[in-house]
């Protein structure tokens, strides 16, 4: 038996059972179908937001609902120290005719890597087993969006199907916690979602000082590994500096340009460590919604972090700014659509603009009760104004807090907003 096989036996379902972990049926429905189609399946996300997980609900899938002999299915953990440190291309042809030795398989292999990204030159390996047409299914994970993809999107033209896994959503987070619902436990829940956020095993773990050391954990592995020794960056205290102030601001308005001023961080660098942040899904930036480019070229982003566990660790203080975490929460929410997410400002400020198929469709402003007249008259005037400049776009008042149960059909509750079906659909490259 070679050193690959011992590590490979280890990971794998051929002579026993391992855990697959609590379901994720959003994402385990929508992928399974492509199992059988001919493109590379691509999964990407955040570190710890479940990727491993879910490709070994994939496999079990595989072998209960489809028939695939586990002896078929090779998955490969690259986390694992012990295939060493410096992995390159040819290393995984070994790895594949190792299994192959071993095992014999007969028919058509499921192959699935497992944060592809530690290997150098991986992307060789993938395009000669898709342009050779083997018996092969390749399903990939990584945890870097853009240099993960853009390698894929040049080498295979095309010939390749994206997900992105996130964070529990609060749906999903219901399920884990497995609680009946009461209007008081609605809130409780919503407000530790809030709090820790939604990496499942952040979730399942049940004492908080515990789930605070996990994401302290998950916030320094992110932003060493993913973002300074992936991207080589020297000055890692700027950068690190840089990290905390998105997360003391999250859901806010943030210039490269403010952002210099106030950390003496060069603009331009500025705007590089936050494509790197953006490259590993720590941060997602909302323009502003303008039909001129220049507009939105010189007006401020809006700055969400991937998971408010991680925004309240890194961050603010999550007493005095539960509106923003609100907001971020919704942001989330919608990221999962098929709408493309803008902010709006012309005299009010409109928190989320949603444009689909060149037509502004929704207009959505968050806050944290309606129960306050005042609030209530200064978020639905905002809603007006922005409606008489997109008439047709629906109105819609987010709150977490509605004791007083207002009528207007314009106000949606938190609660129900979060748990309305959306599926996560799979993007088509080229």
Known sequence: MDKYFQVLNEWNFWDKKLDSGKKRPEYTTKIMPFLNSP????????RRSGKSTILLQLM???????????RNILYVNFEDPRLGDDLKSNDLFDLLQSYKNNLKPKGKIF?????????????KFVRTIYDQKRNIKIVVTGSTSRTF?????????GRLILFT??????????DFKDKKLSSTKIYELINEYLLYGGFPRVVLENDESQKRMILVSY????????????????????????????MSNTSSLISSYSIEKTLKISN???????????????ISRVPVFSYSVKDQIYNPDKVYCVDPGLANIAGFSFSENTGKLLENLVFNRLKKGDEQIYYWKNGAEIDFLLFYKSKVTRLINVTTTVDDENVLKRELASLEIGAQNFPKARQQLISLYNKSKQRD???SSLFNFLVTPRGIEPRLSG
């Open 39 to 46: 493109e590379v399946l691509v999964i990407t996300g955040v």
């Open 60 to 70: 079990k899938e595989l072998h209960q609902k489809n028939k695939v002999s586990y």
């Open 111 to 123: 192959l699935f890597l497992d944060e592809i990204q530690n290997v150098s030159q991986w992307e």
């Open 149 to 157: 993809e853009s390698k894929l999107i040049n080498l295979l033209g």
């Open 165 to 174: 896994v996130s964070p529990l959503s609060f749906s999903e987070f219901l």
């Open 219 to 246: 916030y320094s592995t992110i932003v060493e590994k993913d973002v300074i020794l992936r991207n080589n960056i020297k000055n890692k205290l700027e950068l690190k500096q840089l990290v905390r102030f998105l």
């Open 268 to 282: 331009v660098l500025v705007n590089t460590y936050l494509n790197y942040l953006e490259e590993s899904f720590i």
């Open 409 to 411: 059909n314009r106000i």
